[in-house]
């Protein structure tokens, strides 16, 4: 996907990520129906370094809605200065979702990729915005009209572990 990639993408851009954080998310009851009802609620996440720093992973907890454990990889690809961005967890087993790919400008990533939602093809972004302050943001969006139109569908703030919002 055309993500504009930049002379400051590095394999230290989620350095910012490496420790324990509290999350608080809102994510959207349903999803590319209209729907305005959000659902706030807590989790914790871990990330660390792996391949030397090439890439890193995260694990993500939480109690909510019957509880789930979720997981992202990040690779950087030293050649075409990008990230791709994997995503599994627990609700569906074995699935490991189509990454995503994209590089920072400044404090803020933006990565795009293709997937598919209730049958349907779709595209996901996510930004990380806010990386060079004590409290990152994630969200994700999805397009089911080819990009021209998104809607964010689920948004993470974080603080690190340990402090109070």
């Not at 200065?81 to 920072?104: E, N, Q």
């Not at 806010?130 to 969006?141: I, L, S, Y």
Request: charged share 25%; aromatic share 16%; proline share 5%.
């Amino acid at each position: 996907m055309g993500t504009a990639v930049t002379e400051e993408s590095t394999a230290r851009d989620f350095d910012f990520w490496i420790g324990s954080w509290h999350v608080h998310n809102r994510w959207l009851r349903e999803r590319l129906v209209g729907s305005d009802e959000w659902e706030e609620f807590e989790a914790t996440s871990v990330a660390r370094l792996l391949l030397d720093g090439l890439g890193n992973e995260d694990e993500f907890r939480t109690d909510h809605d019957g509880g789930f454990i979720g997981m992202s990889f990040r690779f950087f690809d030293p050649t075409t200065k990008r990230w791709a961005i994997y995503w599994a967890d627990s609700r569906r087993p074995g699935v490991l979702d189509p990454p995503v790919f994209g590089a920072f400008s400044g404090d803020v990533g933006v990565f795009k990729g293709k997937d598919t939602f209730a049958g349907r093809p779709i595209h996901v972004r996510f930004v990380w915005s806010g990386v060079t302050t004590p409290t990152p943001r994630w969200e994700q969006a999805f397009s089911d009209d080819n990009g021209a139109t998104w809607e964010t569908n689920w948004v993470m703030e974080f603080t690190p572990a340990g402090e109070e919002n």
